[in-house]
């Protein structure tokens, strides 16, 4: 089965396999720091608590060893801040994964979301039959689609976003587009709290 590797350095940004144990109180820590920064892009922000933290982690180690998806914490000057995804969406078509990520408020504007999409693009290359890597979000979200845009994304359209009522821009980028490099980035990019993902649909 094919599987990312668990760690990706990237210079001062690493990102890198959640442990269950060793990373769960400093995973709740984060986020319920950066409840206010995230809350109007992920509904899930006001029922996160210690034990939502735990299922949450659980489920992530249960879904890389069964290669659903791979959830990769951010880690930056050694401390986690925030979390990136590269999955399958349930019921979509076999050629195609999609990224997510969300970051505390602290680390944006550093161009780390941009740096941690990167890298899942090009891992998700490597997957056998991947022919397309999207990215979606809350349309108001506009700071997550330049994260996209600067990565060579371009706009496929609108879908319903799960859960919600509402609806999420898809951004598309096909392997006929390249690979993009791993940590490429722009001087002084902003970054914020982006693709959906599990994040998205809740934890």
Do not use: K
């Amino acid at each position: 089965m094919e599987m990312p590797p668990r760690v990706i350095e990237l210079d001062d940004l690493t990102l890198r396999r959640f442990d269950p144990e060793g990373d769960r109180a400093e995973l709740f820590e984060v986020i319920d720091a950066a409840r206010g920064h995230l809350r109007p892009w992920m509904s899930w922000v006001d029922e996160h608590n210690p034990d939502r933290t735990a299922e949450f982690l659980a489920r992530r180690q249960e879904a890389w060893e069964a290669g659903r998806d791979f959830t990769f914490a951010v880690v930056l000057g050694g401390a986690i801040v925030g979390a990136c995804q590269l999955f399958r969406r349930e019921g979509g078509p076999g050629g195609v994964m999609e990224i997510g990520y969300w970051l505390h408020p602290a680390a944006t504007g550093r161009g780390v979301a941009t740096r941690a999409a990167g890298a899942l693009v090009a891992e998700a290359f490597r997957f056998p039959g991947v022919e397309r890597v999207e990215i979606a979000h809350d349309p108001a979200n506009h700071a997550s689609g330049a994260v996209a845009a600067r990565l060579g994304f371009t706009v496929g359209g609108h879908r319903p976003a799960a859960g919600t009522g509402g609806e999420e821009l898809v951004w598309r980028l096909g392997r006929q587009a390249g690979v993009v490099q791993e940590g490429a980035v722009g001087e002084g990019a902003a970054d914020e709290s982006g693709g959906r993902g599990e994040w998205g649909r809740g934890e």
